[in-house]
Nanobody, 116 residues
């Protein structure tokens, strides 16, 4: 599957952004879809994911501020980010995994910059 991420930008602290990840095929049966981020000099980390069956996982620092959702009719995963903080600044990647035997698929990344 090919993933196309979009929606990043520059926003002031306290602002909001919505990221979109469009998949080239149906992700309805994928075991996991989600968003990761990588700040300069840091490792890539999981931000939010949806597991097959609907359970959602969030990084502790974004709980209550970020919401992951999906539109299976559009093969798209979203990340609604509210109350953004400067520490949320990073390159955000969407991720999808079809099954346990498949490799992770990654989008190209979209930059989110939060100014103080």
């Amino acid at each position: 599957v090919q993933l196309q991420a979009s929606g990043g930008g520059l926003v002031q602290a306290g602002g909001s952004l919505t990221l979109s990840c469009a998949a080239s095929e149906s992700i309805l049966s994928f075991i996991t879809v989600g968003w990761y981020r990588q700040a300069p000099g840091k490792q890539r980390e999981l931000v939010a994911s949806i597991i097959k069956g609907g359970a959602r996982n969030y990084k502790d620092s974004v709980k209550g501020r970020f919401t992951i959702s999906r539109d299976d009719a559009k093969n798209t995963v979203y990340l609604q980010m509210n109350s953004l903080k400067p520490e949320d600044t990073a390159l955000y990647y969407c991720n999808a995994r079809q099954n346990l035997a498949s490799a992770n698929s990654w989008g190209q990344g979209t930059q989110v910059t939060v100014s103080s």
